[in-house]
């Protein structure tokens, strides 16, 4: 069977069939009770439409909408299919575009939908045939007064030839910034119209997805780059004209109705594009809008002030982000500072994710000459402000630069602070970029002080790369060095060189861990379960999601907050992981971990994949992040756990608290066999399988290299010590996350001179 061009499968004629009469369900109630069950029942009874094609959607949609209220066969069947559509990118050919048209004319319908199927025709739309049932669209929207979608009905009245009593209503009571932006709107076709309200459009329960390039082919379209300059220097020199006087103030009014969202959406394209021109006119702006030119505590205009701040972190850049911080210090208003440093901490990691512009962060060295003082923020290592006099580092501020440069002092240490932050979003961005499919542009990190403590690897002939540290290799491609590509043998010589030279690297390369597919997942295909069945404490595995760039909803013992999906987008947006987790209803507070799958980005969406097509470093960084999740948020991983702990949860805290060892640990294990003969106490400690054994003058300790849970001998029994200290006092050779590899060298030198040990919880234990 075909439908509007469009050869239909079994399935995709099953449900047409449903939906027209030509079908009928016998047992109807049974089908209404098999659906209750789940996807797998819905596939058997032939309503799944998950795995129709993109234009089977599209060119089903027309009917789903002529379906009434009943049959109820029918009508399951037309949920099934808007329900995909709304989850996935249906596509038309322009009879299916022309049809739908015409099924939506007649009701009350989303205009969102019909405008929708314009940019998602890949052959173009039939636009002299959309034009009656376009006209009875907006002409019933203009009589019902629907004028909350503006562009999608100025898309449908350039189809219908009535532009001019569309522009006449949606320009009544805007601001001159909004009237220019339906005024630009006016001088382009419906189609490119349409891509605009693809872009602007509020979310919607029918319509699909909004197009993942939207934004790249509206900052193309013609003239719109420029307007989004005129708008955004427009309102800068509005704000300006308030603070000099010659606009009157009046909190909240600086901008007029619709002026907010135009000034949103310029600054999101510009910002999508890293326009040269932006950076100074929008300092003015934001700085501008977050303050008032009077002492009162009111600002111009708190939605320009968030309106931009969301497109900060939808495309993120240094200069943006500096732009907020200043505004979020210069503001009087009681409650903004708050919400913008939550802005703040959401656009910080997006800016990790965007590398082609976060390795513009500046490297923060700063040297500053005060009086006979000298103030140096360095970045070596650790950050650090530090005050000399001469060629002598001083403890502390010097008391005279105190006393006369006390404005400076505030300023360079938030200076520092400041550093701190963008060194970690730095590293973040630098993190990212393992799983990218193509190589970020790293050159523009060469002399700075975080390059040159990674490994790198460089062309010098077609295929032959070699590694190196820092960035030496000049005018050749240059991309990570990841032990995933790298031989045993070379890996075990990097690992020696990072413990030579004591170099703190800024994040686990030398020593990363590398996952690959294991023989139970090359059986089940398409998921692993791996990291399944782990209880872990529930709020330190959302903090950790978050941390790193996992996107999850928050759940909890109310309706719906039983099922999490956490979702992390790799490989430069081809490629999104998903871990499932479970809240546990009848314990408070704890999660258990489930499957891990992986989706590849398609025409019309994200495609589920077997695990062995996904790039091997894509499945081995989201497995490693998982991997991290268990590790540090398992019960397992706690040492008072037990004191508190529930009793059906026990033999799982026992089993992974002294288990074998996951990749994260084995790691662990290697880093530590390596790091021992250095440590003082080396003649104390050996190293098992799963243990560091530490010989005390009391007793001898067996701490866990997973958990860092400890067994005394000779019997094995339980010590429970919550670690206090760093374990800074020896060299570790990554930043780690968790920390607990320091966590067990500290325990390691606290329990080598156990006779020392005065803390009487730990005491009563060792001598009960």
């Known amino acids: 069977m075909n439908l509007h061009g469009t050869p239909l499968s079994p399935r995709a004629r099953f449900l047409h069939d449903l939906m027209t009469g030509a079908a009928r369900l016998v047992q109807l109630e049974r089908l209404l009770q098999d659906l209750m069950a789940g996807v797998t029942t819905r596939a058997a009874q032939g309503l799944d439409a998950s795995q129709l094609s993109a234009y089977e959607l599209g060119a089903l949609l027309p009917t789903a909408y002529r379906v009434d209220l009943e049959p109820a066969d029918a009508v399951l069947a037309r949920w099934?299919?808007?329900?995909?559509?709304?989850?996935?990118?249906?596509?038309?050919?322009?009879?299916?575009?022309?049809?739908?048209?015409?099924?939506?004319?007649?009701?009350?319908?989303?205009?969102r939908v019909a405008v929708g199927a314009l940019v998602r025709c890949p052959a173009g739309a039939p636009l002299d045939r959309l034009a009656d049932p376009a006209r009875a669209l907006v002409e019933?929207?203009?009589?019902?007064?629907?004028?909350?979608?503006?562009?999608?009905?100025?898309?449908?009245?350039?189809?219908?030839?009535?532009?001019?009593?569309?522009?006449?209503?949606?320009?009544?009571?805007?601001?001159?910034?909004?009237?220019?932006?339906?005024?630009?709107?006016?001088?382009?076709?419906?189609?490119?119209?349409?891509?605009?309200?693809?872009?602007?459009?509020?979310?919607?329960?029918?319509?699909?997805?909004?197009?993942?390039?939207?934004?790249?082919?509206?900052?193309?379209?013609?003239?719109?780059?420029?307007?989004?300059?005129?708008?955004?220097?427009?309102?800068?020199?509005?704000?300006?004209?308030?603070?000099?006087?010659?606009?009157?103030?009046?909190?909240?009014?600086?901008?007029?109705?619709?002026?907010k969202q135009t000034i949103g959406r310029a600054v999101r394209i510009a910002l999508l594009r890293d326009e040269p021109w932006l950076p100074e006119p929008l300092e003015r702006l934001v700085r501008?809008?977050?303050?008032?030119?009077t002492k009162a505590r009111t600002l111009p205009s708190q939605g320009v002030l968030f309106e931009i701040a969301r497109a900060a972190e939808d495309h993120p850049t240094p200069e943006a982000v500096s732009a907020l911080r200043a505004a979020r210090d210069a503001t009087r208003h009681a409650g903004v500072p708050k919400q913008l440093d939550r802005v703040l901490k959401r656009i910080e990691p997006a800016l990790a994710d965007r590398v082609e512009v976060a390795f513009r962060l500046p490297d923060g060295r700063v040297r500053q000459t005060l009086g006979e003082h000298t103030a140096v923020i360095s970045v070596e290592g650790e950050v650090e402000l530090s005050?000399?006099?001469?060629?002598?580092?001083?403890?502390?501020?010097?008391?005279?630069?105190?006393?006369?440069?006390?404005?400076?002092?505030?300023?360079l240490r938030e200076l520092a602070k400041q550093v701190r932050r963008q060194q970690k979003t730095l590293v973040r961005a630098l993190e990212a970029g393992f799983a990218h499919q193509v190589a970020p542009p790293y050159r523009q990190l060469e002399g700075h002080p975080v390059a040159d403590r990674l490994i790198w690897e460089f062309e010098v002939s077609p295929g032959v790369w070699r590694s190196e540290l820092g960035l030496t290799v000049p005018d050749v491609p240059v991309?990570?060095?990841?032990?995933?590509?790298?031989?045993?043998d070379e890996v075990r010589a990097w690992r020696e060189v990072v413990q030579d030279k004591e170099l703190r690297q800024p994040f686990k390369?030398?020593?990363?861990?590398?996952?690959?597919?294991?023989?139970?997942?090359?059986?089940?295909a398409t998921y692993s379960n791996r990291f399944a069945g782990h209880v872990v404490g529930y709020h330190k595995l959302y903090a950790l999601l978050k941390q790193r760039g996992w996107q999850a909803p928050y759940l909890g013992p109310w309706d719906g907050g039983g099922d999490g999906e956490a979702r992390r987008v790799l490989g430069g947006g081809g490629w999104r992981a998903t871990f499932l987790h479970d809240y546990l209803w009848h314990e408070d507070g704890y999660a258990t971990t489930g499957e891990v799958r992986f989706h590849r980005m398609a025409g019309d969406g994200w495609r589920e994949a077997r695990l062995a097509e996904v790039p091997p470093l894509v499945f081995s960084e989201a497995m490693r992040d998982v991997d991290l999740f268990v590790a540090v948020a398992s019960i397992g991983a706690d040492p008072e756990w037990l004191d508190r702990g529930v009793d059906r949860l026990r033999?799982?805290?026992?089993?992974?608290?002294?288990?074998?060892?996951?990749?994260?640990?084995?790691?662990?294990?290697?880093?530590?066999?390596?790091?021992?003969?250095?440590?003082?106490?080396?003649?104390?400690?050996?190293?098992?399988?799963?243990?560091?054994v530490v010989r005390g003058e009391l007793r001898t300790y067996k701490i866990h290299l997973g958990s860092g849970n400890i067994l005394m001998e000779p019997n094995d029994a339980y010590l429970c010590v919550v670690p206090r200290g760093s374990g800074d006092r020896v060299f570790l050779p990554f930043e780690e996350?968790?920390?607990?590899?320091?966590?067990?060298?500290?325990?390691?030198?606290?329990?080598?001179?156990?006779?020392?040990?005065?803390?009487?919880?730990?005491?009563?234990?060792?001598?009960p």
């Open 80 to 111: 099934e299919i808007e329900r995909e559509a709304s989850e996935r990118q249906p596509l038309f050919t322009p009879e299916a575009c022309a049809d739908l048209f015409d099924a939506l004319a007649g009701r009350r319908a989303d205009i």
């Open 140 to 259: 019933r929207l203009l009589q019902e007064d629907r004028l909350d979608e503006p562009f999608s009905l100025l898309a449908a009245a350039g189809l219908a030839g009535l532009d001019a009593q569309a522009a006449e209503r949606l320009t009544a009571g805007r601001g001159p910034l909004g009237v220019a932006e339906v005024e630009l709107l006016l001088g382009w076709d419906p189609m490119q119209r349409a891509l605009f309200a693809e872009f602007a459009r509020e979310s919607s329960r029918n319509a699909p997805p909004p197009l993942p390039d939207a934004r790249e082919r509206l900052s193309v379209l013609p003239g719109y780059a420029a307007f989004t300059c005129t708008i955004v220097e427009a309102a800068a020199a509005r704000v300006d004209a308030i603070h000099a006087g010659e606009v009157p103030y009046r909190a909240e009014k600086a901008f007029g109705v619709g002026e």
């Open 288 to 293: 501008g809008v977050a303050v008032a030119p």
């Open 387 to 411: 005050w000399w006099h001469g060629d002598r580092k001083l403890k502390t501020v010097p008391a005279a630069v105190k006393r006369e440069h006390p404005e400076e002092v505030k300023r």
């Open 479 to 488: 991309r990570l060095w990841h032990p995933a590509r790298a031989t045993p």
């Open 509 to 524: 390369q030398a020593f990363r861990e590398v996952y690959l597919p294991t023989p139970a997942e090359e059986t089940t």
């Open 651 to 692: 033999d799982y805290w026992q089993s992974y608290g002294f288990g074998d060892l996951s990749e994260n640990a084995r790691v662990r294990r290697d880093a530590l066999a390596r790091l021992l003969p250095r440590l003082a106490i080396a003649d104390r400690c050996a190293l098992t399988d799963r243990f560091l």
């Open 737 to 767: 996350d968790g920390g607990m590899l320091s966590v067990i060298v500290s325990k390691a030198f606290l329990l080598a001179a156990d006779t020392e040990i005065t803390d009487p919880t730990i005491v009563r234990q060792i001598r």
